[in-house]
T-cell receptor, first 117, second 109 residues
C-alpha cells in the first residue's frame, strides 16, 4: 500500500518551455502533498506544501509564480515549472501523506529528472 | 531554530553492523523518521519512532531517546545493496518534516 506515482520520470526540453509534473496517490487519499527539489549530492529541499482544495504554502525563496502548484483532488497534485531555464534543471520529487498528523510517513514518488537545454 | 545533525559519510564492511546516529532539535516533536535513498532515486520510508526505545524491523532497527534528542538507525548483516544515503527527519509541532542532509553509507566487500 501507500503507492505514489509521479510522471514523467525524465524531461528534456528547451529553455522557455513550461513543464508540468503530476503526482498521484494510487491507493490512498492524500490530504497533503509535498514538492521537493534535490540537486546532485545535496539534501532534499522542500519547495512547497499543498493541501487539497487550498493554496500551496511555499518555502522561503521559492517563487510561487515560477512553480505553480495545483492540488485539485485528494489523489492528484501538479507542479508546473513555468518558462523553465537551465538553472531549473534538477531532480523534482513529490511525496504524499494520508494526513499530516499522527506521525504519518510521507510516501515518495519516483521523482522527475528535469533537464533544460 | 530547528536542526537535524547526522554524519556525512560512513563506511562499513559487507556482513557487518553499522549504526547511523542522528541528533535533532525541533519546535515540538511528533516523531522521528528514517528514509533510505539510493543514488538517483527517491527516498523510501524505513522507520518511525515517537516513543523511547528500539523498533526492530528485520535487519534494520531504529532507536529513539526523546530526552537526549537522539536517534540511531542500526543496520545488521550488511549487504552491498544497502549502499545508499540514509535520511533522518524530525516531525515538528506543525507536523512538518525537518530533514537532515543524509548519511552516505558505503559498503565494502
Amino acid at each position: 500500500g501507500a503507492v505514489v506515482s509521479q510522471h514523467p520520470s525524465w524531461v528534456i526540453c528547451k529553455s522557455g518551455t513550461s513543464v508540468k509534473i503530476e503526482c498521484r496517490s494510487l491507493d490512498f487519499q492524500a490530504t497533503t502533498m509535498f514538492w521537493y527539489r534535490q540537486f546532485p549530492k545535496q539534501s532534499l529541499m522542500l519547495m512547497a506544501t499543498s493541501n487539497e482544495g487550498s493554496k500551496a504554502t511555499y518555502e522561503q525563496g521559492v517563487e510561487k509564480d515560477k512553480f505553480l502548484i495545483n492540488h485539485a483532488s485528494l489523489t492528484l497534485s501538479t507542479l508546473t515549472v513555468t518558462s523553465a531555464h537551465p538553472e531549473d534543471s534538477s531532480f523534482y520529487i513529490c511525496s504524499a501523506t494520508p494526513g499530516a498528523r499522527g506521525g504519518q510517513p510521507q510516501h515518495f514518488g519516483d521523482g522527475t529528472r528535469l533537464s533544460i537545454l | 531554530g530547528q536542526n537535524i545533525d547526522q554524519p556525512t559519510e560512513m563506511t562499513a564492511t559487507e556482513g557487518a553492523i553499522v549504526q547511523i546516529n542522528c541528533t535533532y532539535q525541533t519546535s515540538g516533536f511528533n516523531g522521528l523518521f528514517w528514509y533510505q535513498q539510493h543514488a538517483g532515486e527517491a527516498p523510501t520510508f524505513l522507520s518511525y519512532n515517537v516513543l523511547d526505545g528500539l523498533e526492530e524491523k528485520g535487519r534494520f532497527s531504529s532507536f529513539l531517546s526523546r530526552s537526549k534528542g537522539y536517534s540511531y538507525l542500526l543496520l545488521k548483516e550488511l549487504q552491498m545493496k544497502d549502499s545508499a544515503s540514509y535520511l533522518c527527519a524530525g516531525m515538528d509541532s506543525n507536523y512538518q518534516l525537518i530533514w537532515g542532509a543524509g548519511t552516505k553509507l558505503i559498503i565494502k566487500p
